[in-house]
């Protein structure tokens, strides 16, 4: 499935260039069997993604929409407004974890994963216009995969890590490079954390939709130029090796996301060095996941 978050707060999922929204749809495929329409759709993501029988409930009701006979429950997808597909409940984001990244950005080999946070929010939807600080000069782009946790998750094993994986996310980790490399102490999470510097979607895809993250397609483009293009077969620490690690120290909980990292590519690293400015347009690619464009305001 491929789940998104419609305007007004309503649950959906993408099926082709259509949306549907859950609870009619679920609503119309209980009639349809004869039973009574009972509302198992929660109210928000975070609620729907932990709760099995309900994530059960929302692929029925997609497949009943999506069924030819069904068309009065799709909606043109190009004329829905997404919002982000969850409030994550943390962020935590892993910085450096790109081979070509690391080898761009210079310092020593990392021995485990370097970890910040991103607060919820600096989280945006899809379509939506930052605005950086106008005290901020040296904006940057980060693509990354998005890891959308589905269960709690505490001192998990690596072989099945990928059980507690509810779906995947496209995220623009956005950072202030100033607060990173020219303060005598890097601010990292202050970096990434200001107002809207975590746009995402648009959708969440599903683990089953996308099955193994070994080895997917990373793609950025500023203005129309790819800018970065990498695979996450360059993981320094895989998806599964993330999960581990951090259950270790934390519980993951349900509609938390880790951001995995970004491929080289960024604008701080480049000669000379590139930021983001007022009315620059980026489109951002995960392979299989789905694609993210906002602009700069």
Request: proline share 7%; net charge negative; aromatic share 6%.
């Amino acid at each position: 499935m491929r789940l998104v978050t419609l305007d007004g707060g309503v649950l959906g999922g993408i099926i082709g260039d259509g949306v549907v929204a859950l609870r009619p749809a679920l609503a119309a495929a209980q009639r349809a069997a004869g039973e009574d329409p009972r509302d198992t759709i929660p109210d928000d993501m975070v609620a729907l993604i932990g709760d099995e029988a309900a994530m059960v409930a929302a692929g029925r009701a997609l497949a009943f929409a999506a069924r030819a006979e069904n068309g009065a429950l799709r909606a043109p997808l190009s004329e829905a407004r997404l919002l982000a597909p969850l409030k994550p409940g943390k962020i935590l984001g892993v910085g450096r974890n790109y081979g070509d990244h690391a080898k761009e950005a210079g310092g020593p080999k990392l021995e485990m994963p370097k970890i910040f946070l991103k607060p919820t929010s600096s989280v945006v939807g899809p379509g939506a216009a930052v605005r950086i600080p106008p005290a901020v000069k040296k904006a940057d782009w980060e693509v990354e995969l998005g890891v959308v946790i589905g269960r709690p998750a505490r001192n998990v094993s690596e072989g099945v890590a990928l059980d507690y994986v509810a779906g995947y996310t496209v995220l623009d980790d956005i950072s202030a490079r100033e607060f990173q490399f020219d303060v005598p102490l890097a601010m990292t999470s202050f970096a990434k954390g200001m107002d809207g510097f975590c746009p995402i979607g648009p959708c969440i895809a599903t683990a089953d939709e996308v099955g193994e993250p070994w080895a997917l397609d990373v793609r950025c483009w500023l203005n129309g130029e790819e800018v970065q293009h990498g695979n996450t077969r360059d993981l320094i620490f895989p998806v599964a090796t993330l999960i581990a690690f951090l259950s270790r120290y934390m519980t993951l909980e349900p509609g938390d996301v880790i951001a995995t990292g970004t491929p080289a590519g960024v604008g701080h690293f480049r000669d000379p060095p590139r930021y983001l400015t007022s009315g620059d347009r980026l489109r951002m690619e995960v392979e299989r996941v789905g694609v993210l464009e906002h602009t700069i305001a």
